[in-house]
């Protein structure tokens, strides 16, 4: 068991979760708590580091992951952790790097279904839209340079481990991306305040994929301009747009509940 | 212009800010930032505080509000602030109660669409029900006592100003409450895990209420099995549930798409 915070590990474990970059370099991320480490695929954890109390307390949990765990007191734990409140459990979880081909990998004989996102900022949005994405039977996600991390502790959190299971890729240069979809018979839609068909008016049962944007400002122009069609949500009241998550939510169900019923 | 955080109005102000059970009593609210204020109905602003720099900038901004304004000193206004970057104005806002008959409220020959919350607890999901409720056309919000404080200061800020266009009521016995709408020939359904037709297979194009329950343990059963018929949200890959504010968007949006068709 590791007693000090000036163990070599700890040392390397803390700046971890202090620096993204050098996750990036490594490869790798943090999950922490039971409910999402129970979710690592275990051929992706490459290491877990407990607290006293919580292994005292969790025997059987930790012998199922079938992981290297290495013990710290409870001081120690409290140390490395990001949370105020440590759950007493925290993993170290390789990244899949994954190519255009994951994201367009069709289950069930249906086409690609792809979310686009064009500057989302929230790490709560981001989370609940691959969360609501998995659900909808989503293929993959695309994500602009400037979208915030995937690897954001409160994004992954989010995501209650759809993180681990669903295809994503950040691009450089997103109208660039969107014309390659187009190329492929993807057709993309724009959700839009300008948007002039409403959003339940298209078929989504051939390749699709939803263009999201920014919290504030929606889709920059430029990507809005590339898609096949803008797509409207109807809006009563004195509404004025959705949450982007929700907007999200709303158009990968429509195309969800089409796909079922054909 | 009050220059000093002893001032008898800014003492009373810092209080209205720490204590929810002086606002409950007192019957109003604090709203802050300026995209925020700018949605309150003129008729419920008691009285606008802005900060020295805030209203220089903004002249316009502050006369159009129609609403006495008090200006503070920048130290002064972050001293009564909230938020951490204090945005410069901030309004004390008188509440509404709400009557059944205002959640029953219909606007364009459509009937009642309702939504039931049970103990709903996260701030940020309530506010975004709020206002994706309004956008779907819903004509009021039901919460069991024990859910999170509409008033909650995050809370209205994720409902984008719905907070106060939306009728709402807080019931002591939701399942008593439920049995009334059913008098009323409300059709109530609840999303449930155990659910057994579809959402999509039911007609919402009558009065409904839609009942959701808690981020981590859905409805309880009491509130449950007084549904008039449970409904599942199909999902695919591992997800084994949705976010509350995205499964109530699911079923909200539902209703509306049913209803416009029709």
């Known amino acids: 068991m590791i007693t000090s915070t000036s163990n070599a590990q700890i040392k390397e474990l803390a700046k971890l979760q202090k620096k993204s970059r050098l996750r990036d370099e490594k490869g790798i991320f943090l999950v922490e708590g039971p409910r999402m480490t129970e979710e690592i695929p275990a051929e992706r954890i490459e290491k877990v580091y407990a607290s006293e109390s919580f ?22 734990f409290a140390y490395v952790s990001d949370t105020k409140t440590p759950q007493g459990i925290l993993a170290i979880v390789k990244r899949l790097n994954y ?3 994951d994201l367009m990998q069709v289950k069930n004989q249906k ?29 993959g996600i695309l994500l602009s340079k400037d979208c915030v991390d ?19 890729l950040y691009v450089e240069d997103l109208p660039e991306k969107i ?18 068909n409403a959003y339940d008016e298209e078929d989504y049962t051939t390749g699709c994929a ?28 004195e509404a004025e747009s959705l949450n982007a998550a929700v907007a999200a939510a709303v158009l990968m169900f429509e195309a969800g509940r089409q796909r079922r019923k054909k």
Do not use: W
């Open 99 to 101: 190519t255009m081909n």
């Open 210 to 237: 939803f263009l999201i944007g920014n919290e504030g400002n929606g889709l920059r122009d430029e990507v809005a301009d590339c898609a096949d069609c803008l797509i409207r949500i109807p809006m009563e009241g």
């Open 111 to 139: 086409a690609p279904h792809l979310v686009v996102l064009d500057n989302l900022q929230d790490p709560g949005n981001l989370g609940t839209i691959f969360r609501t994405a998995e659900a909808a039977g989503v293929t």
């Open 179 to 196: 014309k390659e979809l187009q190329k492929e018979s993807i057709k993309t839609y724009a959700a839009h305040l300008r948007g002039e």
């Open 150 to 168: 995937v690897y954001n502790p409160k994004v992954i959190r989010s995501t209650m481990g759809a993180v681990f299971r669903m295809p994503f």
């Open 55 to 76: 292994a005292k307390k969790n025997k059987e949990f930790l012998e199922k992951l079938q992981a290297p765990v290495e013990l710290l007191t409870d001081t120690v």
